[in-house]
């Protein structure tokens, strides 16, 4: 049996059960640099078990609808952010966790300017830029030991776009 999900715009609200949408809204907290620089601060909590932040570049192959996803996966010793680097929209699918298996899925896109973070353990399938090939920041955990735990689907859910 198949699952069907259509998308939604992705808002701080409706994405607040997963963690942050990153982006820029309203004046700048602080000025800085002379006057040059608008700084918009601490626009996401990250949140590591043990280890340090690591930086890293992800160039990902692009996606398109209908799309398939058959596993989901979550990191249950850190944060995880994604900043597209090429301003690529980004599929977001990302599920409620109900005694270690995900459930209710939704999918969101992203629009330009849009980043998000990730809580700590929050059930999301992988990096999907859409339409188009993606270079992103991803910050996370780097340390010893796993931190990453997969879910396969016996039946796929089909991602459709609205």
């Known amino acids: 049996m198949t699952h069907t999900l259509s998308t939604q715009p992705l808002t701080a609200a409706a994405f607040a059960p997963f963690g942050e949408v990153i982006e820029v809204s309203g004046t700048p907290d602080k000025i800085i640099n002379q006057g040059m620089c608008g700084r918009h ?3 996401a909590t990250l949140d590591f078990a043990d280890g340090r932040v690591g930086i890293s570049l992800f160039d990902a192959k692009a996606r398109t609808f209908p799309y398939s996803v058959d596993m989901v996966e979550r990191h249950p010793d850190g944060s995880q952010a994604f900043i597209p680097v090429s301003g690529t929209p980004m599929l977001v699918v990302v599920a409620e966790d109900r005694d270690g298996v995900p459930v209710n899925l939704r999918a969101f896109v992203s629009q330009p ?3 998000i973070n ?3 353990g929050v059930w999301h399938g992988v990096l999907a830029p859409i339409e188009k090939p993606g270079q992103f ?3 996370d955990r780097i340390g ?3 931190n990453l735990q997969e879910h396969w689907f ?3 859910y089909i991602v459709q776009s609205v």
Request: hydrophobic fraction near 30%.
């Open 144 to 146: 010893d030991g796993p």
């Open 137 to 139: 920041i991803v910050i």
């Open 118 to 120: 990730l809580h700590r």
């Open 154 to 156: 016996d039946d796929p």
């Open 113 to 115: 300017g849009q980043s």
């Open 41 to 43: 601060h601490d626009l």
